[in-house]
């Protein structure tokens, strides 16, 4: 089973940014696809996308991203990167990483915490 690891949340002020990672324990190369998720804190909405990236490179994002986040991914290292700018209080959630592998299905990880002060 392949096991995702997200590090780098934390407290930020707004307007600033902060730097998401995601290690994956298999070959990121090899994913349908890999891509973050948020859900604020004590939401019952399902996670929100934030955006992916799939294997051919193509890069969606949502709209409350666009112009502000930036999804990279190293495959020589198998993380994936989420770089956060322009920072708001509500963009305050915990993210997951979640890959879309062919034998496996869906594989989240445990997620990371990102507060945003105001």
């Known amino acids: 089973q392949v096991q995702l690891e997200e590090s780098g949340g934390g407290f930020v002020q707004a307007g600033g940014s902060l730097s998401l990672s995601c290690q994956s324990s298999?070959?990121?190369?090899?994913?349908?696809?890999l891509g973050w998720y948020r859900q604020a804190p004590g939401s019952m909405k399902p996670r929100e996308l934030v955006?992916?990236?799939?294997?051919?490179?193509?890069?969606v994002y949502a709209d409350s991203a666009k112009g502000r986040f930036a999804i990279s991914r190293d495959n020589d290292r198998d993380i994936l990167w989420l770089q956060m700018a322009s920072l708001k209080p509500d963009d305050t959630a915990t993210y997951y990483c979640?890959?879309?592998?062919?034998?496996?299905?869906?594989?989240w990880g445990q997620g990371t915490q990102v507060i945003v002060s105001s």
């Open positions: 979640r890959a879309s592998i062919l034998s496996q299905g869906v594989v």
């Open positions: 298999a070959k990121t190369s090899a994913f349908v696809s």
């Open positions: 955006g992916y990236i799939k294997s051919d490179d193509t890069i």
